[in-house]
């Protein structure tokens, strides 16, 4: 087993900030907690750099001089479909971070925010993605198939490519098949143990979710039948098949 010191010490970070203070500060306090840190002060240079380094997280301001910051989340979700991706914004309008987590993005944090928050995310979210079960036996959801050991998602042996958030949730409710499951459990264990305030990223990830599947059931050359999640008005999601 890896000390969780030895682990954080593997995990590479890319910041891409224009702002001098906060981009010093952040990788500062990065490199202090074991992080691996490199700090691009525009888009161009992070695309550059994240092009030559395999990199674990991507901190993403939204204001950069050169380039939106939702093109670069765009551009390297797609590239590197396992980044977490979060976004720093000090735009607090609602449409922006929906926008962000349509882009791409894994989790956001509304400008000025503590490093001790920023660091509680990180280790929340880098615990889940090494929390792999391997042994554990693909789930059979109607024609769906979720492989969680392979992290694979399959309608009738075509793979859909689902996003690192869109697939973990589906694997909870999958988890839970028959139950309703509330929304505050969906935080906790899709994103932050110690998740506070909006649960707005669940509603956008799910409807992303649901987006893939019609697509995927709809591309499809035969029949599919596929999970039903519905909604629980105030509560939260089941599925069911
Ligand atoms: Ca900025």
Redesign the pocket.
């Known amino acids: 087993m890896r000390t969780p010191a030895a682990d954080r010490g593997r995990h590479r970070v890319l910041v891409v900030?224009?702002?001098d203070t906060?981009g010093r500060h952040l990788q500062t306090g990065l490199r202090s907690n074991d992080y691996t840190a490199t700090w691009s002060r525009t888009g161009t240079a992070a695309l550059t750099e994240a092009s030559l380094t395999p990199y674990d997280v991507l901190l993403l301001?939204?204001?950069?001089?050169d380039m939106d910051g939702l093109a670069i989340a765009r551009t390297l979700r797609t590239r590197h479909p396992d980044l977490l991706i979060i976004i720093l914004t000090?735009r607090t309008d609602d449409i922006d971070v929906v926008a962000g987590l349509d882009a791409g993005a894994d989790d956001y944090l509304v400008k000025p925010f503590s490093l001790t928050v920023l660091l509680a995310r990180l280790r929340a979210h880098l615990r889940r993605r090494t929390a792999t079960s391997p042994l554990q036996d693909p789930i059979h959801l109607a024609d769906l198939v979720l492989d969680t050991a392979a992290r694979r998602c399959l309608l009738h042996n075509e793979e859909l490519h689902l996003r690192p958030k869109e697939f973990d949730l589906l694997t909870v409710l999958a988890q839970h098949t028959g139950e309703a499951v509330p929304r505050e459990t969906l935080m906790s264990e899709v994103w932050d143990e110690n998740w506070f305030g909006s649960t707005k990223t669940l509603d956008v990830t799910m409807a992303a979710l649901r987006r893939r599947l019609a697509e995927a059931a709809a591309a499809s050359p035969r029949p599919a039948r596929l999970p039903r999640i519905t909604t629980l008005r105030g509560h939260g999601y089941r599925l069911e098949y």
Not at 61 to 65: H, M, T, V
Request: aromatic share 0%; charged share 40%.
């Open positions: 900030e224009d702002d906060i301001d939204l204001g950069l001089p000090a």
